[in-house]
T-cell receptor, first 113, second 114 residues
Framework: DAGVIQSPRHEVTEMGQEVTLRCKPI?????LFWYRQTMMRGLELLIY????????DSGMPEDRFSAKMPNASFSTLKIQPSEPRDSAVYFC???????????FGEGSWLTVV | AQSVTQPDIHITVSEGASLELRCNYS??????LFWYVQSPGQGLQLLLK??????LVQGIKGFEAEFKRSQSSFNLRKPSVHWSDAAEYFC????????????FGIGTKLQVIP
């Protein structure tokens, strides 16, 4: 089976531009997570969905960040406008209900200049 | 809320030596416990997990971890380290009861020297 698929793998953008990160979870998984990884703060949970519904978005840093999951096989994380401090690796992950084992994508490496 | 502490940010071991990475958690009940590994430029891969039962858990790549309730610990071990084990290791805690919020530790970066 294919794992969690993220795109783009790398993105360099200018401050103020909109950034959209995309994720396709593992088929059949009920939960989808967006994490951000930085040297300073480690791995932070931004938001997660259960059956396409956002459950906990308390980790979303501010209103510039938004996430959607229009269907079971697709999610987006959007940053508008982007700032240099948003530079990080953004991971999408998914898991099966009640399983608690989370499977990660390979990450989207974002650099905002 | 649960929390995870990995006291060692960076560890260096010689190839062939034994390894123990420490992990302590804070949670009112027994949580789910995980160890993940991240190679440079890659996502996180599950090494092993503890849900219940035998407190000594075997994982992939020759790793094992032991859950010690009295010490609130879940240390990762390997008897003989290979150069390919150089990576960053994350301990994680998940809540029971179907709530899928998993908290990760800060990570321990392992360097293996010849």
């Amino acid at each position: 089976d294919a794992g969690v698929i993220q795109s783009p793998r790398h993105e360099v953008t200018e401050m103020g531009q909109e950034v959209t990160l995309r994720c396709k979870p593992i088929s059949g998984h009920d939960y989808l997570f967006w994490y951000r990884q930085t040297m300073m703060r480690g791995l932070e949970l931004l938001i997660y969905f259960n059956n396409n519904v956002p459950i906990d978005d308390s980790g979303m840093p501010e209103d510039r960040f938004s996430a959607k999951m229009p269907n079971a096989s697709f999610s987006t994380l959007k940053i508008q406008p982007s700032e240099p401090r948003d530079s990080a690796v953004y991971f999408c992950a998914s898991s099966f209900r009640d399983g608690n084992t989370i499977y990660f994508g390979e990450g989207s490496w974002l650099t905002v200049v | 809320a649960q929390s995870v502490t990995q006291p060692d940010i960076h560890i260096t071991v010689s190839e062939g030596a034994s390894l123990e990475l420490r992990c302590n958690y804070s949670y009112g009940a027994t949580p789910y416990l995980f160890w993940y590994v991240q190679s440079p430029g890659q996502g996180l891969q599950l090494l092993l997990k503890y849900f219940s039962g035998d407190t000594l858990v075997q994982g992939i790549k020759g790793f094992e971890a032991e859950f010690k309730r009295s010490q609130s610990s879940f240390n990762l071990r390997k008897p003989s380290v290979h150069w390919s084990d150089a990576a960053e290791y994350f301990c994680a805690v998940g809540l029971r009861g179907g709530y899928q919020k998993v908290t990760f530790g800060i990570g321990t970066k392992l360097q293996v020297i010849p």
